[in-house]
């Protein structure tokens, strides 16, 4: 049962596309890396070898590559479910990052987060399994770099299904009364789970939600590269400077429907609206620019062909790490035990 | 603020000892402000979960919140935040990240605030693990494990501060009270008739009762666990192992924390032999905390209730 409601009429409009001196090339490479890295595991759910639940980021690559690239190494991170791609547009370490996935001593967190990953070494604080709950958690980083002055700023992802959850308007408040160097970013697909976002929610956008509490809100085509990296460039500037919180929303859809166990997840969106989409792939987009601007087809098959060569080198490394000890069950409880 | 109203000194002193300890709360100090900063002391919305969340962010990057939940009911507020974030992120991570931070809050006092507002619920918090469950017995250990919840780097603590711990403050030496490490029981006093194990603000009544019954010639052992978790469950074990008797004393439910003191000494090899059937339980009813002071009389742990439980367990064989 869907409500007839209206589209979104009187929604700030989006944020025009523009370059915010973003490396295409660079980018490119790292939207490709997170394709192929996301269709393997894919099939190593399949084939048995992934552990728990796969939640793939492919279609929405654009986001999060955008976003890290408009970042700095002393800047935090948080995450969620729907991780890999964030992980891997952070730098995240490939070869760590699976064997997590495959539940193996050599994972980044020694088999005990499979997809909701930590790793210091990238600043990537969590990934939570809840949706919303790492939001205020990010709001705390802001906190830090705050009492610290060291001009850091914390960036959060997050789906539209987030705004449901109380902790998330806490949170939104609290960093705009607190002027909290904070950047959100909404990867807005239109679904929560199964359930389509307009049967829940008043309007399809949640840009107005932000508004209301008084949060500067950037919208942008989220499969548009160029228009996510110049929303966080200038999000990240304006929070840098102590001037407080932003809120992206980027549209955007996933290709693959949302979670994987066993078997391959059926589709049970409408057709068009799938091929809508398709027909608008983020990866398709950056090569149009790219080619457009004179780069030599060769070079982007090339990262193509890397691409998959650096995901099956991650994915035997995962096979040949040994499973982690069972009495590590019992490990890092709290710091200072065993 | 605090409702044991020394315990606002101590926060004092260590937020003028440690520029990373920071302070959020609903309400706060305005001189606290003044002498450490907005940022550092944070008045915040009503919003406690996000208020937890954040103290987790700034303690995974590098700070020390401190998070006054004014009351205990509040922690179930903050449940997903506490558990599912703050206590598994060490170990999620694998030892990668800490979460140092500190969730004080007060339990139960006669103040008649009701069903709701009113409440010992730390029994809960024995059960996530990741959470360490700190309930001093007396000011002086309150302050002694707020000094060790601040400044230790371990992970998350909930300190759980009985209001009634006010009407025995002895203030000197509660200022003056070294950080005490968690997991060590205190033996408020010595003997062979019985173990008593009392929790919190449960500790003055049966001090009380251990004295009368003293004066009676039997002598009880009379033991403050000070944290639930970890729990000093050798000292506890090597008590009951020697008296064979155990009466488990505490103002909240006797599923909650009493139940699980019992159930962790009944698995110590000799404790369920030794006892025989010897133990007593003087606890809350296991219904909520009514508020006119007549329905809840029955609700506390008074000398009485423990001395005729003592009697009762020493007048067995």
Same mark, same amino acid.
């Given at each position: 049962?869907?409500?007839?409601?209206?589209?979104?009429?009187?929604?700030?409009?989006?944020?025009?596309?523009?370059?915010?001196?973003?490396?295409?090339?660079?980018?490119?490479?790292?939207?490709?890396?997170?394709?192929?890295?996301?269709?393997?595991?894919?099939?190593?759910?399949?084939?048995?070898?992934?552990?728990?639940?796969?939640?793939?980021?492919?279609?929405?690559?654009?986001?999060?590559?955008?976003?890290?690239?408009?970042?700095?190494?002393?800047?935090?991170?948080?995450?969620?479910?729907?991780?890999?791609?964030?992980?891997?547009?952070?730098?995240?370490?490939?070869?760590?990052?699976?064997?997590?996935?495959?539940?193996?001593?050599?994972?980044?967190?020694?088999?005990?987060?499979?997809?909701?990953?930590?790793?210091?070494?990238?600043?990537?604080?969590?990934?939570?399994?809840?949706?919303?709950?790492?939001?205020?958690?990010?709001?705390?980083?802001?906190?830090?770099?705050?009492?610290?002055?060291?001009?850091?700023?914390?960036?959060?992802?997050?789906? *539209?299904?987030?705004?449901?959850?109380?902790?998330?308007?806490?949170?939104?408040?609290?960093?705009?009364?607190?002027?909290?160097?904070?950047?959100?970013?909404? *990867?807005?697909?239109?679904?929560?789970?199964?359930?389509?976002?307009?049967?829940?929610?008043?309007?399809?956008?949640?840009?107005?939600?932000?508004?209301?509490?008084?949060?500067?809100?950037?919208?942008?085509?989220?499969?548009?590269?160029?228009?996510?990296?110049?929303?966080?460039?200038?999000?990240?500037?304006?929070?840098?400077?102590?001037?407080?919180?932003?809120?992206?929303?980027?549209?955007?859809?996933?290709?693959?429907?949302?979670?994987?166990?066993?078997?391959?997840?059926?589709?049970?969106?409408?057709?068009?609206?799938?091929?809508?989409?398709?027909?608008?792939?983020?990866?398709?987009?950056?090569?149009?620019?790219?080619?457009?601007?004179?780069?030599?087809?060769?070079?982007?098959?090339?990262?193509?062909?890397?691409? *998959?060569?650096?995901?099956?080198?991650?994915?035997?490394?995962?096979?040949?790490?040994?499973?982690?000890?069972?009495?590590?069950?019992?490990?890092?409880?709290?710091?200072?035990?065993? | 603020?605090?409702?044991?109203?020394?315990?606002?000194?101590?926060?004092?002193?260590?937020?003028?000892?440690?520029?990373?300890?920071?302070?959020?709360?609903?309400?706060?100090?305005?001189?606290? %402000?003044?002498?450490?900063?907005?940022?550092?002391?944070?008045?915040?919305?009503?919003?406690?979960?996000?208020?937890?969340?954040?103290?987790?962010?700034?303690?995974?990057?590098?700070? %020390?919140?401190?998070?006054?939940?004014?009351?205990?009911?509040?922690?179930?507020?903050?449940?997903?935040?506490?558990?599912?974030?703050?206590?598994?992120?060490?170990?999620?991570?694998?030892?990668?990240?800490?979460?140092?931070?500190?969730?004080?809050?007060?339990?139960?006092?006669?103040?008649?605030?009701?069903?709701?507002?009113?409440?010992?619920?730390?029994?809960?918090?024995?059960?996530?693990?990741?959470?360490?469950?700190?309930?001093?017995?007396?000011?002086?250990?309150?302050?002694?494990?707020?000094?060790?919840?601040?400044?230790?780097?371990?992970?998350?603590?909930?300190?759980?501060?009985?209001?009634?711990?006010?009407?025995?403050?002895?203030?000197?030496?509660?200022?003056?009270?070294?950080?005490?490490?968690?997991?060590?029981?205190?033996? /408020?006093?010595?003997?062979?008739?019985?173990?008593?194990?009392?929790?919190?603000?449960?500790?003055?009544?049966?001090? %009380?009762?251990?004295?009368?019954?003293?004066?009676?010639?039997?002598?009880?052992?009379?033991?403050?666990?000070?944290?639930?978790?970890?729990?000093?469950?050798?000292?506890?074990?090597?008590?009951?192992?020697?008296?064979?008797?155990?009466?488990?004393?505490?103002?909240?439910?006797?599923?909650?924390?009493?139940?699980?003191?019992?159930?962790?000494?009944?698995?110590?090899?000799?404790?369920?032999?030794?006892?025989?059937?010897?133990?007593?339980?003087?606890?809350?009813?296991?219904?909520?905390?009514?508020?006119?002071?007549?329905?809840?009389?029955?609700?506390?742990?008074?000398?009485?209730? /423990? =001395?005729?439980?003592?009697? %009762?367990? =020493?007048?067995?064989?």
């Amino acid at each position: 049962m869907a409500l007839a409601l209206p589209a979104d009429p009187a929604v700030s409009p989006m944020d025009p596309p523009q370059d915010g001196g973003l490396d295409l090339v660079a980018a490119y490479k790292a939207m490709v890396l997170i394709r192929a890295y996301e269709e393997r595991i894919l099939q190593a759910r399949t084939d048995r070898e992934v552990i728990g639940p796969v939640h793939p980021y492919i279609g929405q690559e654009a986001v999060a590559v955008g976003v890290c690239a408009a970042l700095q190494p002393r800047d935090h991170l948080v995450s969620h479910y729907r991780g890999h791609g964030h992980a891997l547009a952070r730098g995240v370490d490939l070869d760590a990052l699976t064997a997590e996935l495959f539940g193996r001593a050599d994972g980044l967190c020694g088999g005990k987060a499979a997809a909701l990953v930590s790793d210091p070494a990238t600043h990537l604080l969590l990934s939570s399994g809840i949706v919303g709950a790492g939001i205020p958690v990010a709001a705390g980083a802001a906190m830090t770099s705050q009492v610290r002055r060291d001009g850091a700023v914390a960036v959060v992802f997050f789906g *539209e299904g987030a705004l449901g959850a109380g902790v998330v308007h806490e949170t939104l408040t609290l960093a705009v009364a607190q002027r909290l160097p904070l950047i959100l970013v909404c *990867e807005n697909n239109g679904y929560q789970g199964a359930t389509r976002t307009e049967e829940v929610y008043p309007e399809t956008s949640v840009a107005r939600i932000a508004e209301g509490h008084r949060m500067p809100v950037h919208r942008v085509d989220g499969n548009d590269t160029l228009a996510v990296h110049a929303a966080a460039a200038a999000s990240v500037a304006v929070a840098r400077a102590g001037q407080g919180p932003a809120f992206i929303e980027a549209s955007t859809y996933l290709t693959r429907f949302h979670l994987q166990f066993d078997r391959p997840s059926g589709e049970r969106r409408p057709a068009e609206e799938l091929d809508g989409w398709l027909a608008r792939d983020p990866l398709d987009a950056l090569r149009g620019h790219l080619l457009a601007a004179g780069t030599a087809p060769d070079l982007l098959d090339a990262l193509h062909s890397e691409a *998959e060569r650096r995901v099956e080198a991650a994915v035997a490394f995962a096979r040949t790490s040994p499973w982690p000890a069972p009495e590590l069950a019992l490990t890092n409880l709290w710091a200072g035990t065993p | 603020m605090n409702e044991l109203a020394v315990l606002d000194l101590v926060l004092e002193q260590e937020l003028d000892r440690n520029p990373d300890l920071v302070f959020l709360a609903t309400s706060t100090p305005p001189s606290w %402000r003044t002498r450490f900063g907005a940022e550092r002391v944070r008045t915040c919305p009503i919003s406690e979960p996000a208020m937890v969340g954040a103290a987790l962010g700034a303690a995974m990057t590098g700070l %020390r919140p401190v998070v006054d939940l004014n009351r205990a009911s509040f922690a179930f507020l903050v449940m997903d935040q506490l558990v599912n974030h703050a206590a598994r992120i060490h170990y999620l991570s694998d030892g990668s990240y800490r979460a140092p931070m500190v969730l004080t809050s007060a339990t139960r006092g006669p103040q008649q605030l009701g069903p709701q507002n009113e409440q010992c619920p730390y029994g809960v918090f024995m059960q996530t693990p990741g959470v360490r469950v700190a309930v001093p017995g007396s000011a002086t250990d309150a302050c002694a494990l707020l000094r060790t919840a601040v400044r230790d780097e371990q992970g998350p603590v909930l300190l759980f501060i009985a209001p009634g711990l006010a009407d025995h403050c002895d203030l000197r030496a509660a200022l003056a009270a070294e950080p005490q490490p968690f997991g060590v029981a205190h033996r /408020v006093r010595e003997g062979d008739a019985a173990t008593v194990v009392a929790i919190g603000s449960a500790v003055h009544a049966a001090t %009380r009762a251990g004295d009368e019954l003293a004066a009676e010639g039997v002598h009880v052992e009379l033991l403050d666990p000070r944290t639930l978790v970890p729990l000093d469950l050798p000292a506890l074990a090597a008590s009951v192992l020697r008296t064979g008797r155990l009466v488990l004393v505490d103002d909240g439910p006797r599923s909650g924390a009493p139940a699980q003191i019992l159930a962790a000494l009944l698995d110590v090899p000799g404790v369920a032999l030794a006892l025989g059937g010897r133990i007593a339980h003087v606890s809350a009813p296991e219904v909520p905390v009514p508020s006119s002071p007549v329905l809840e009389a029955q609700y506390w742990a008074t000398p009485e209730r /423990v =001395t005729a439980a003592v009697r %009762r367990l =020493t007048a067995a064989a």
